[in-house]
């Protein structure tokens, strides 16, 4: 398996503008989290999903975070519009288990708001 | 909620043994989990301890104490590839919640 698969892997945009960052799972997989992660805050849950549904989205920061995942193999996490402190590596990871006690991370993507 | 707390450091020799500790608040504990990161990379897995005891996986072990709230990450015979981040994580009521991470940095 290929793992968990993110892109882009470095996103370098503008105050304003409308970011997508896009996430395929493991397949088989059917939890899928979004984790936003910076020097500051660490590792922090923003929405995760079971079986294409989200279950747990108060971790989203604001109205201008948005995220699907409209089948098993894909998610994005959207930001509109976009401001310098979502700069941070966005991670997507997906596990089998409920706990997600083992859970499968993709390379990350790099977001630079300038 | 849930917290955790671990050190933000720890520096270490080659060849030589060393812990790092966390400890946690949770509502509702399942299990408390281990990840590494290094520099630029994504966190794996490393270890999972539901119940209380030790864990040896190799180089790496990892022990839970349920009634302390507590754990730690023992490595040993260290390598300079194991300079990296490692977090613990606890799963509770509520998916991972994750540690702030101890950036381990191995010495020659």
């Known amino acids: 398996d290929a793992g968990v698969i993110q892109s882009p892997r470095h996103e370098v945009t503008e105050m304003g503008q409308e970011v997508t960052l896009r996430c395929k799972p493991i397949?088989?997989?059917?939890?899928l989290f979004w984790y936003r992660q910076t020097m500051m805050r660490g590792l922090e849950l923003l929405i995760y999903f079971n079986n294409n549904v989200p279950i747990d989205d108060s971790g989203m920061p604001e109205d201008r975070f948005s995220a699907k995942m409209p089948n098993a193999s894909f998610s994005t996490l959207k930001i509109q519009p976009s401001e310098p402190r979502d700069s941070a590596v966005y991670f997507c990871?997906?596990?089998?288990?409920?706990?997600?006690?083992?859970?499968?991370f993709g390379s990350g993507t790099q977001l630079s708001v300038l | 909620g849930q917290s955790l707390e671990q050190p933000s450091e720890v520096t270490a020799v080659e060849g030589a043994i060393v812990q790092i500790n966390c400890t946690y608040q949770?509502?509702?504990?399942?299990?408390l989990s281990w990840y590494q990161q290094h520099d630029g990379g994504a966190p794996t897995f490393l270890s999972y301890n539901a119940l209380d005891g030790l864990e040896e996986t190799g180089r790496f072990s990892s022990f839970l104490s349920r009634s302390d709230s507590y754990g730690y990450l023992l490595l040993q015979e260290l390598q300079m590839k194991d300079s990296a981040s490692y977090f613990c994580a606890v799963k509770g009521n509520t998916p991972l919640v994750f540690g702030k991470g101890t950036r381990l940095s191995v010495i020659a």
């Open positions: 949770t509502s509702g504990f399942y299990g």
């Open positions: 990871a997906s596990s089998s288990d409920r706990g997600g006690e083992k859970l499968f």
């Open positions: 397949s088989g997989h059917d939890y």
